[in-house]
C-alpha cells in the first residue's frame, strides 16, 4: 500500500522569504501523480501544484514549485516571496496513475504560519 | 462556475444516532469522493461514486456508505453514530474519466460533531 509522510509538523516564515516543505512516499508503482493541497483556516482545500511522476520536469506556478526525486520517493515544495495569505496548513497527496478512480492519500499535513 | 456545496455546514448529532451529508458536484463533474479529517488520523479516503457505481472504498465500517444520483449529487449516510465519527467530512468533485490527473475540487466540508 502506498503511503505519504509529511515530517515537518509546524513550519514558519519570514514575509517575502522562501520556505520549503518535505514530503516522502512509498510505492511500489512507476507511474503516478503527486499533488499539493493548501487548506487555510477556512477549511477550503485548494490545489497549489501537482506533478505527473513520468515527466522529469519540476512543476511550477507562479511562487511554487516542487523538487521532485522520483529516485528517492521525495517531492518537497519551496513557497517564494511568501505572504500572509500562504499561511494554511499543506498537504501533500498522492494517487495512483492505474487505479479506477481519484481517491487520494495525503500525509498529515504541515501546518505554515507566516510572519510580518 | 459554481464550486462544490455541501450540505449542512454543521452538525451536532448523539452517540447511536444516523446522519445523511450531502454533496452537490460542479456542473459536468461525475465523480464524488467523500474523506474524513480527523486531527488524529488527518484526512483519509472514505468512498467514491462515479456515474452513480460506486467506484473506490476506503477503510472504513460498513457504518458509512453512500449514494449517487443521476444528476451526480451524493450523499453520505453514517449510521450507529460513535463519537470517533466526529470529524469534518469533505466531499470532492472531478471529471472522473479515465486517464489524467483528474484533478479534484474541494467543497468547504461538513463538521460533524457527535455528543
Known amino acids: 500500500a502506498q503511503t505519504v509522510t509529511q515530517s515537518q509538523p509546524e513550519m514558519s516564515v519570514q514575509e517575502a522569504e522562501t520556505v520549503t516543505l518535505s514530503c516522502t512516499y512509498d510505492t511500489s508503482e512507476s507511474d503516478y501523480y503527486l499533488f499539493w493541497y493548501k487548506q487555510p483556516p477556512s477549511r477550503q482545500m485548494i490545489l497549489v501544484i501537482r506533478q505527473e511522476a513520468y515527466k522529469q520536469q519540476n512543476a511550477t506556478e507562479n511562487r511554487f514549485s516542487v523538487n521532485f526525486q522520483k529516485a528517492a520517493k521525495s517531492f518537497s515544495l519551496k513557497i517564494s516571496d511568501s505572504q500572509l495569505g500562504d499561511a494554511a496548513m499543506y498537504f501533500c497527496?498522492?494517487?495512483?496513475?492505474?487505479?479506477?478512480?481519484?481517491?487520494?492519500?495525503f500525509g498529515k499535513g504541515t501546518t505554515l504560519s507566516v510572519s510580518s | 462556475k459554481a464550486g462544490v456545496t455541501q450540505t449542512p455546514r454543521y452538525l451536532i448529532k448523539t452517540r447511536g444516532q444516523q446522519v445523511t451529508l450531502s454533496c452537490s458536484p460542479i456542473s459536468g463533474h461525475r465523480s464524488v469522493s467523500w474523506y474524513q479529517q480527523t486531527p488524529g488520523q488527518g484526512l483519509q479516503f472514505l468512498f467514491e461514486?462515479?456515474?452513480?457505481?460506486?467506484?473506490n472504498k476506503g477503510n472504513f465500517p460498513g457504518r458509512f456508505s453512500g449514494r449517487q444520483f443521476s444528476n451526480s449529487r451524493s450523499e453520505m449516510n453514517v449510521s450507529t453514530l460513535e463519537l470517533g465519527d466526529s470529524a469534518l467530512y469533505l466531499c470532492?468533485?472531478?471529471?472522473?474519466?479515465?486517464?489524467?490527473?483528474?484533478?479534484?475540487?474541494f467543497g468547504p466540508g461538513t463538521r460533524l460533531t457527535v455528543l
Open positions: 470532492a468533485s472531478s471529471y472522473g474519466g479515465s486517464g489524467g490527473a483528474n484533478e479534484q475540487f
Open positions: 461514486y462515479f456515474s452513480e457505481t460506486q467506484r
Open positions: 497527496a498522492y494517487r495512483s496513475f492505474n487505479q479506477a478512480g481519484t481517491a487520494l492519500i
